[in-house]
């Protein structure tokens, strides 16, 4: 074997030794023959050293800084305070021609009170042509009753679900009961909140509902109905399993404690029953349509956009949050008796868990992360909340930060009073007011915002502003320690990616109730201009699909479909 890797045989004149010695190569060579011979030998140790130096090429500036760039990344997970900077740095330490595309656009100035692709998205959630009509009643399998769980958007959750069920089950499902013995105590039925008839005759198609069951089936059977409760995120495969063949048996299944009982990722037909259920049939009673009406436009009438604010700062959920917001002793012993109305509740580090951004953000804290984001102390805002943890003096600091600062007890004044007794009713005004607001703002991720988060994008990604809590709360713990403009810069920083945009999350991952991308399609634009020329109900989950091709068609050598991806934004 010749050296360099070759099957040439060496010239009997010369002997070369290769051998390394701590990563060196020396090369001895000696030479006993013509001149031939010595020129053969000298250009093999040419050829041997150039390999050599081809194999050490020494390390790239770029690919330096971006090993640094990449540990800072990492860094910045934790702290919070390194990721605001890199713009800095890479301008500086990076060739521009090495700084990609996305590290472009990641730094465009954002448009506070509304995305640009406001109008390039919108909600398609039209039966499919081979999306047959619901089985007639008399040809069901049976009669399914839904006692849904908890607040009136955890319960909106129930309900969607439960349509999609019967549609699964091939049953006629019965008007959902709401429940009355969660915290609220709200007596409210299913009709004080939602207009009933509505719901029943816009879902015809999808499923047979009906408000009752029928007398003559209750005194045939010789048992009641059957209950019982399914796991969390069943399949349909698991509702075919256990919940049909007793259906069958019985005819009459009650289904309990009905709050995310259904699989988050089902077949695309569903989804899309999932979003006419939640965004066109459950509409509101007309005298809750009415009131929150009149409040939306004494907002506008005082200016033409305001903010919404929903702020989940109760004692109990507090208490259950496990962290700690400087109220001392007395916080500490009242949030400690309220956390033992949980038995399995674990002992939880109060500085950890906001560490992990797992601690609402106060209501001052959200004045400063919305000043800092560019809102000025004059923009309006509508602040939707229960009972403020701490009351008025709570509430103080984002009253100065934002003195236009309205809510519903304020605008709607002695016609509430008839609802103050219902807090799903009052819960409804507020969803109605925080869904016609231009920018929806919250302070944690309960079930009303994942609810309305999901509508805003399903109506056009309206501006929809999610606290990144683990970056921001790192920000706040040290805001005394550098100055406004920094923090602002860095509160930016760490809300790109939380702002309600359209690429924020992939299909298929998130809360489909907060992400239902299987609902969601885009407009083609004209190549001559910006105008609307033709629109397609292409999801965004499909979408993702046909992208996913179209990379894997690239690798195997394909054309790229470039008529597609014009109208694509970055992702």
Not at 320 to 330: D, L, P
Not at 350 to 372: F, H, N
């Amino acid at each position: 074997m010749g050296v360099g890797g070759t099957n040439q045989p060496l010239p009997e004149s010369g002997l070369v030794n290769a051998t390394t010695m701590n990563g060196n190569v020396n090369v001895n060579i000696s030479i006993n023959g013509s001149n031939t011979d010595d020129q053969n030998l000298l250009k093999l140790q040419k050829h041997h050293v150039s390999c050599w130096r081809s194999q050490r090429k020494p390390l790239s500036w770029s690919f330096v800084c971006g090993i640094m760039l990449f540990a800072l990344g990492l860094i910045s997970l934790f702290t919070g305070h390194v990721v605001s900077d890199l713009e800095y740095y890479s301008q500086r330490l990076i060739k521009p021609h090495l700084i990609t595309k996305w590290a472009a656009s990641s730094h465009e100035p954002i448009n506070i009170w509304k995305s640009k692709y406001i109008d390039a998205y919108y909600g398609c959630s039209r039966r499919g042509r081979h999306f047959r009509s619901a089985v007639p009643q008399r040809f069901s399998n049976g009669y399914l009753l839904i006692a849904t769980s908890g607040g009136l958007n955890q319960q909106r959750t129930g309900i969607t679900d439960a349509v999609v069920v019967a549609r699964i089950l091939n049953a006629t499902l019965v008007v959902p009961s709401l429940d009355h013995n969660s915290y609220w105590k709200d007596e409210s039925d299913f009709a004080d909140i939602f207009d009933v008839d509505w719901f029943i005759s816009s879902l015809a198609k999808d499923v047979k509902i009906v408000k009752r069951v029928p007398d003559k089936i209750m005194r045939s059977m010789e048992k009641p109905p059957y209950t019982m409760r399914v796991p969390r995120k069943s399949t349909p495969e698991d509702y075919l399993e256990l919940v049909l063949p007793i259906l069958l048996r019985r005819r009459v299944v009650q289904l309990y404690k009905f709050d995310y009982r259904l699989a988050n990722d089902l077949d695309s037909e569903l989804q899309k029953l999932r979003c006419r259920v939640n965004y066109h049939a459950l509409r509101f009673t007309k005298p809750i349509q009415e009131l929150s009406s009149k409040v939306v436009v004494k907002m506008r009438e005082m200016s033409k956009r305001f903010i919404a604010v929903h702020l989940r700062f109760e004692p109990d959920m507090l208490a259950f949050s496990g962290c700690y917001y400087g109220g001392g002793e007395k916080e500490i012993n009242e949030l400690r008796e309220i956390r033992k109305r949980w038995d399995t509740l674990p002992d939880l580090s109060p500085l950890e868990e906001r560490k992990r951004g797992k601690c609402p953000l106060t209501p001052e804290e959200v004045g400063l992360m919305l000043r800092a984001l560019g809102y000025k102390n004059d923009t309006y805002l509508y602040v939707a909340s229960g009972e403020i943890y701490g009351g008025e003096a709570t509430l103080q600091p984002l009253r100065e930060l934002f003195p236009n600062f309205r809510t519903k007890e304020i605008l709607a004044g002695e016609e509430l009073n008839s609802l103050m007794p219902f807090s799903s009713r009052l819960a409804a005004i507020d969803y109605i007011v925080c869904d016609e607001s231009d920018v929806f703002v919250t302070n944690n991720n309960g079930n009303m915002v994942k609810i309305l988060a999901g509508r805003r994008r399903y109506m056009g990604h309206k501006r929809t502003i999610k606290p990144n809590a683990k970056r921001l709360s790192a920000l706040f713990m040290s805001r005394d320690t550098m100055d406004w403009r920094t923090f602002a810069k860095k509160v930016k920083s760490a809300q790109r990616g939380f702002m309600g945009e359209p690429d924020e999350m992939k299909p298929g991952r998130g809360e489909f109730h907060e992400f239902p991308a299987a609902c969601i399609c885009r407009r083609r634009t004209s190549r001559s201009n910006s105008s609307i020329s033709e629109e397609f109900d292409i999801s965004e989950s499909e979408r993702w699909r046909r992208l996913n091709n179209t990379a894997i068609a690239e690798k195997l050598g394909s054309p790229k479909d470039s008529e597609d991806d014009e109208f694509l934004p970055r992702l």
